[in-house]
């Protein structure tokens, strides 16, 4: 399907007109004062490049390994809960735009269709994102569903301990954030720790990542623990309020893990640009979320693809411009500390949006 789109923000402006105003909501809205959601924003903003002149950028390769897997871009699919309720699909049709893109998707616990069809979908390795939802049984029970249908790593989601108080959803009498805020069954989120961490890890028995990291002292714990992906994120900034940017952790994170594991950053990221500012910083990959989100409600599979050659084009562009060639050449010397120039929201990486941003 050829989609006459030139920029995301098309797709973000088709997805609002195909959404309800529950499920947009719930897309693009954050917690509470919605400060966190913001400051994963700014902290990309804060971020300037260094471009080197009069180097050879004929040729410009953006591909990285993930995994033990060539990734197109330093990129993979976030999870996202509920992608159905943005196309009937759902995973499935994300999935299947990864692959077609050539990049990986973090499938969520808690999306439709089930994992053993999203899995069967393509034969690109995929990674199982868990909600604990059940005692230690059914995690079991769950892994080894997981482990059948083939999934190659395990992204066990931390920042959940309490379902946050998403007001735009709630707000908007959105009946599914509604039932997901009142789920009796959070109490094991609420109970996980460092040793449930060790037993499910133990039961898995593969590449283990941890989701949900946000500061130094988590980070050390996660790599004494056999820990080998930290995932920086603070959940888009869904979960707790008041939080820093995803970006303004990743240095202390970066830090306290010492290259013992590899790093998945999330939160924020809504051009090629932030993906190149992430990896100078140390990121191993990004996670997309909400422009995965917008890409599907406005074209389905074809809708992700695009999106990513988008993203794909304006990396190339910032490399390009930054004097680089290839992902092994950035550092941390390609970019600066520098003041932003817009306030940041949800919808402020894109100038054209109505007012800014869409309601």
């Not at 797709?11 to 400051?39: C, F, H, M, P």
């Not at 939080?243 to 924020?268: F, Y």
């Amino acid at each position: 399907m050829n989609l006459d789109i030139v920029t995301n923000e098309e797709l973000i402006q088709l997805a609002r007109k195909r959404l309800n105003q529950g499920a947009w909501d719930y897309l693009v809205g954050g917690s509470e004062s919605e400060t966190t959601l913001r400051r994963n924003r700014l902290a990309f903003d804060r971020v300037a490049f260094r471009p080197r002149v009069l180097v050879d950028v004929s040729h410009i390769d953006p591909s990285t390994t993930f995994l033990g897997q060539k990734l197109r871009i330093p990129a993979i699919l976030a999870p996202i809960g509920s992608l159905q309720r943005f196309d009937p699909e759902g995973a499935a049709a994300v999935t299947r735009a990864a692959t077609e893109f050539g990049i990986m998707h973090c499938v969520s616990t808690s999306t439709a269709p089930e994992l053993e069809v999203t899995a069967a979908a393509t034969d690109t390795p995929k990674i199982f994102q868990l909600y604990v939802f059940g005692d230690m049984k059914w995690v079991e029970d769950l892994l080894g569903r997981v482990k059948k249908a083939g999934y190659v790593a395990l992204a066990l989601t931390v920042d959940v301990a309490r379902y946050s108080r998403r007001e735009r959803p709630l707000l908007s009498r959105d009946q599914y954030s509604v039932q997901r805020r009142a789920l009796a069954d959070r109490r094991y989120l609420a109970e996980l720790t460092w040793d449930s961490l060790d037993q499910i890890k133990q039961m898995w028995g593969g590449t283990f990542m941890l989701k949900g990291v946000q500061t130094a002292e988590d980070a050390a714990l996660a790599v004494q623990h056999g820990v080998d992906v930290v995932w920086a994120s603070n959940h888009g900034g869904r979960q707790i309020d008041h939080g820093v940017g995803s970006m303004d952790t990743l240095p202390e994170i970066v830090q306290a893990v010492e290259g013992r594991a590899r790093i998945v950053l999330d939160g924020g990221v809504q051009r090629g640009s932030d993906i190149l500012k992430a990896v100078a910083l140390g990121a191993d990959v990004v996670a997309l979320g909400r422009l995965q989100g917008w890409a599907l409600a406005a074209a389905g599979q074809a809708g992700v693809v695009r999106m990513l050659e988008i993203v794909e084009d304006e990396l190339v562009s910032a490399m390009g411009l930054a004097g680089l060639t290839s992902i092994d050449q950035v550092t941390p010397k390609a970019v600066r500390p520098a003041e932003p120039v817009t306030p940041p929201h949800e919808m402020s990486s894109w100038v054209n949006m109505p007012v800014g941003r869409i309601l």
